[in-house]
């Protein structure tokens, strides 16, 4: 009986880990590239620049906001792949969707960076989290379903991921709210999120989050 093509295509983990690799790293290389220094004939005294600094600062929040959303998606879609035994054709076109939400990450950045205090600037980078989070949750689903996870991948593991999804995603809700109320502050808020993450300490209740 003979196969078809879609039967062989997309097996290999490992292409999906490089080119995962590069954009994330393009993202990130990207996101920096929206910092730009002040204009040389506008400065003529130190106060001048310090002035012009500061009145860009704004941008210090949307840029370690996105840093720390691409390091925790990146460490996410890493756990995922290093558990999975092989690939297929539908789980690579899901990663695929996965990292084309990645590379709108810098449009909603810019977009909050620019307009910092607006709502809906605000929600629109909301929303880019959620696809992430959304994403990332139906790859490992579609793994777990197809079968195409190691055979010695830990068995707490997938309740471990979705857990982690779904209390990540609860919190960055919250954020949101905080945010419609008030931009700066649900911002603070999601970045203390992401820290949490990040940093991952040891303390009862945050290492389990």
Do not use: C
């Amino acid at each position: 009986m003979k196969r078809a093509y879609n039967s062989f295509a997309g097996g290999d983990v490992g292409r999906i880990e490089a080119l995962s690799d590069g954009i994330f790293a393009f993202a990130a290389t990207v996101l920096v590239l929206d910092f730009r220094t002040p204009e040389p004939a506008d400065i003529h005294s130190e106060a001048e620049l310090l002035r012009a600094l500061a009145a860009s600062s704004h941008r210090l929040l949307p840029w370690l906001l996105s840093l720390l959303t691409l390091g925790i998606f990146w460490v996410a879609q890493q756990t995922q792949l290093s558990q999975l035994a092989r690939s297929n054709r539908d789980l690579t076109w899901l990663h695929l969707t996965f990292l084309a939400i990645i590379t709108v990450l810098p449009f909603t950045t810019r977009l909050l960076a620019d307009f910092f205090t607006y709502r809906t600037a605000f929600l629109i980078y909301w929303l880019n989290i959620v696809l992430l989070g959304a994403a990332v949750y139906v790859t490992w689903v579609f793994a777990e379903r197809a079968k195409l996870l190691r055979d010695d991948a830990p068995a707490e593991l997938s309740n471990a991921f979705r857990r982690r999804i779904i209390i990540a995603q609860t919190l960055y809700a919250v954020g949101a709210l905080v945010g419609v109320i008030n931009v700066p502050l649900g911002l603070a808020l999601i970045i203390l999120v992401q820290l949490n993450y990040a940093v991952a300490p040891r303390l009862p209740i945050l290492w389990r989050l």
